[in-house]
Nanobody, 114 residues
Framework: QVQLVESGGGLVQAGGSLRLSCAAS????????MGWYRQAPGKQRELVAI???????DYADSVKGRFTISRDNAKNTISLQMNSLKPEDTAIYYC????????WGQGTQVVVSS
């Protein structure tokens, strides 16, 4: 089993930055894929970014060039640096991993005001 705990959400003005972190309850060294999803009010949950064990990454087109995902195997954490935030980035952000089965964190709220 893996427990994921997110932190770092909050309220920020458009153009600002936030950094989300996700702490895993076990070593992530052997976990291939970890990432971030988000769900805005009235919308489906969507992929934001993933990072693999070889540090390769994928991003949603809507966040490319603004968000950066990283992982720290020593601290069993992944992070999402979000720059140039837009009101449409407002959502609950969920940490995700797949280790035998999918696991999700409880989510952290990000609100970007215009």
């Amino acid at each position: 089993q893996v427990q994921l705990v997110e932190s770092g959400g909050g309220l920020v003005q458009a153009g600002g930055s936030l950094r989300l972190s996700c702490a895993a309850s076990r070593t992530i060294f052997s976990i291939n894929v970890m990432g971030w999803y988000r769900q805005a009010p009235g919308k489906q949950r969507e992929l934001v970014a993933i990072i693999r064990s070889d540090d390769s990454t994928d991003y949603a087109d809507s966040v490319k060039g603004r968000f950066t995902i990283s992982r720290d195997n020593a601290k069993n954490t992944i992070s999402l640096q979000m720059n140039s935030l837009k009101p449409e980035d407002t959502a609950i952000y969920y940490c995700y991993t797949h280790f035998v089965r999918p696991y999700w964190g409880q989510g952290t709220q990000v609100v970007v005001s215009s």
